[in-house]
């Protein structure tokens, strides 16, 4: 099992950067790959980026690519999300999540969810 929890969301102007954590608990957090997820209202759940467990490999959504960055730190059971250049069609609920195995797009392939932390970007 593994237990995930968001912060570092907020309300900032475009062109401002925010970093997002997610911190895990669970003994196999190294072994998981992790990703990040988005939630606009009136719309699904979308692809942002996600890691391999070794954090050699990621892959980002063309949305957020060059801007976007998510790293992890294995020792700290936690993943980060370094975004800069904030646009308002940013604005939305972010998600982190889990999966045993490869990182995958989908939503549906992860296992375990965080709370969501809100990210507000104004113009």
């Known amino acids: 099992q593994v237990q995930l929890v968001e912060s570092g969301g907020g309300l900032v102007q475009a062109g401002d950067s925010l970093r997002l954590s997610c911190a895990a608990s669970g003994r196999t957090f190294s072994s998981y790959a992790m990703g990040w997820f988005r939630q606009a209202p009136g719309k699904e759940r979308e692809f942002v980026a996600t890691?391999?467990?070794?954090?050699?490999?990621?892959v980002y959504a063309d949305s957020v690519k060059g801007r976007f960055t998510i790293s992890r730190d294995n020792a700290k059971n936690t993943v980060y999300l370094q975004m800069n250049s904030l646009k308002a069609e940013d604005t939305a609920v972010y998600y982190c999540?889990?999966?045993?195995?490869?990182?995958?797009?989908?939503?549906?392939?992860?296992?375990?969810w965080g709370q969501g932390t809100q990210v507000t970007v104004s113009s």
């Open positions: 999540a889990a999966k045993e195995g490869p990182g995958h797009t989908q939503p549906i392939a992860y296992d375990y």
């Open positions: 890691i391999s467990w070794s954090g050699g490999s990621t």
